[in-house]
Nanobody, 118 residues
């Protein structure tokens, strides 16, 4: 099993930037596709970005052009660069791992809070 830990959240002004990190341990990192999700109070979980084991990326419509997901397999880490942040980006951000061999995807980190406030 893979263990995930998110970090990098915090308070930022509208238009600002943050970089989130998702560190993984306990598994073969290159065999996991990684996704970032977010959830705000009273709202459903929303896919933010995803990256395959081969580095192919996908983004939710709300963040296209502003966020960039990347992975560094040597560091067992996936990053989410968040630019031009808006009030609507305020949420707890979680990373999720899916084992591409077994198909198991119930691997989540503890989440990191992103607050956008003017």
């Amino acid at each position: 099993q893979v263990q995930l830990v998110e970090s990098g959240g915090g308070l930022v002004q509208p238009g600002g930037s943050l970089r989130l990190s998702c560190g993984a341990s306990g598994g073969i990192f290159r065999l996991y596709a990684i996704s970032w999700y977010r959830r705000a109070p009273g709202k459903q979980r929303e896919l933010v970005a995803a990256i395959t084991t081969g580095g192919i990326t996908n983004y939710g419509d709300a963040v296209k052009g502003r966020f960039t997901i990347s992975r560094d397999n040597a560091k067992n880490t996936v990053y989410l660069q968040m630019n031009s942040l808006k009030h609507g980006d305020k949420a707890v951000y979680y990373c999720n791992a899916r084992n591409i061999i077994s198909g198991k995807d119930d691997y989540w980190g503890q989440g990191t809070q992103v607050t956008v406030s003017s």
